[in-house]
């Protein structure tokens, strides 16, 4: 399988205790050789600056509506991948570009 920045796919994220994973959708937004940086995707609502709903849902393979979360962020190894969804449309591509760019910033 060979994943691509803007695709969502179901991935097993593993617990912050290290006891297990849990199979959870996720927004591929670089891939860095065997790794990928993937953005949280929940079908709870927006919450904060950092959260941008994914109109298109259901045009991207989602099966609700959902929302990509920028402020939970994980780098994963692309062999924890297990299902590819689908790809987010170019409006909710650049409606996260925008969130990133406004929102997202280094805080040193």
């Known amino acids: 399988m060979t994943a691509s920045p ?11 205790d ?8 996720v927004l591929i937004l ?9 953005a949280s995707i929940t079908t709870s609502s927006v919450r904060s600056r950092t959260d941008v709903a994914l109109l298109d849902w259901k ?4 099966r609700a509506p959902s929302t990509a979360r920028l402020s939970r962020l994980a780098t994963l190894d692309q062999q924890l991948f297990q299902q590819r969804l689908g790809r987010i449309t170019d409006a909710d591509a650049q409606r996260l570009k925008d969130a990133w ?8």
């Open 59 to 62: 045009m991207s393979g989602l």
């Open 30 to 38: 670089w891939l860095d050789a065997q790794d990928a940086v993937v």
């Open 6 to 16: 803007g695709e969502l796919w179901v991935a097993c994220i593993p617990f912050t």
């Open 101 to 108: 760019n406004q929102y997202v910033k280094l805080q040193f």
């Open 18 to 25: 290290q006891t297990g994973f849990k199979a959870r959708p």
